[in-house]
T-cell receptor, first 114, second 116 residues
Framework: AQTVTQSQPEMSVQEAETVTLSCTYD???????LFWYKQPPSRQMILVIR????KQQNATENRFSVNFQKAAKSFSLKISDSQLGDTAMYFC???????????WGAGTKLIIKP | NAGVTQTPKFQVLKTGQSMTLQCAQD?????MSWYRQDPGMGLRLIHY???????DQGEVPNGYNVSRSTTEDFPLRLLSAAPSQTSVYFC???????????????FGPGTRLLVL
């Protein structure tokens, strides 16, 4: 069975700083997808970024980028130039190819301080 | 295009009562699922459906029933509510197998359920 671990329950940084959230996973699969979702106080689950395991290039979306290390089974999220609106819970999730079922980490609470 | 909608937003039940959480999507997505979110834990899959008339169990199905009579709707039924079912429930959908981004799931706003 797949598992996803987020080892940082809570983090806080000053506005405009760069922050990295950690995620490790365990799987015997070779083809899969990894996701970072953001959950602000409104509780809405919002996709931040996704990565296909068969692509070596790290995904980027504006200020958000990932460091995907397939051999180490590591998938960290870097937020550059952090903004107050980035304050939220961040969840790492795993999905086997064509399974459509997401396996979630426990989340990291990120606080951006003014 | 409303995306994924859920009703109600908040509900209080007494132990033993039954209720249905509603989920609808207007994106013609074939795949729909229900997750529950408990404090300190990631989301856990309850039930899912890959199309009208087809449903299957996820990780934590006990105490919940689902059916899928249309592509748009995927209600979740609690037959006899228990305090252990106090949680936030999320519905999600996706349109699998259709090019780039097929695997991305879109979430509703959630339903907060309190069982006393």
């Amino acid at each position: 069975a797949q598992t996803v671990t987020q080892s940082q329950p809570e983090m806080s940084v000053q506005e405009a700083e760069t922050v990295t959230l950690s995620c490790t996973y365990d799987t015997s699969e070779n083809n899969y997808y990894l996701f970072w979702y953001k959950q602000p106080p409104s509780r809405q689950m919002i996709l931040v970024i996704r990565q296909e395991a068969y692509k070596q290039q790290n995904a980027t979306e504006n200020r958000f980028s990932v460091n995907f290390q397939k051999a180490a089974k590591s998938f960290s999220l870097k937020i550059s130039d952090s903004q107050l609106g980035d304050t939220a819970m961040y969840f790492c999730a795993f999905m086997k190819l064509y399974s459509y079922q997401l396996i979630w980490g426990a989340g990291t609470k990120l606080i951006i301080k003014p | 295009n409303a995306g994924v909608t859920q009703t109600p937003k908040f509900q209080v039940l007494k132990t033993g009562q039954s209720m249905t959480l509603q989920c609808a999507q207007d994106m013609n997505h074939e795949y729909m699922s229900w997750y529950r979110q408990d404090p300190g834990m990631g989301l856990r899959l309850i039930h899912y459906s890959v199309g009208a008339g087809i449903t299957d169990q996820g990780e934590v199905p006990n105490g919940y029933n689902v059916s899928r009579s249309t592509t748009e709707d995927f209600p979740l039924r609690l037959l006899s509510a228990a305090p252990s079912q106090t949680s936030v429930y999320f519905c999600a959908s996706s349109f699998p197998g259709q090019g780039e981004g097929w695997e991305t799931q879109y979430f509703g706003p959630g339903t907060r359920l309190l069982v006393l």
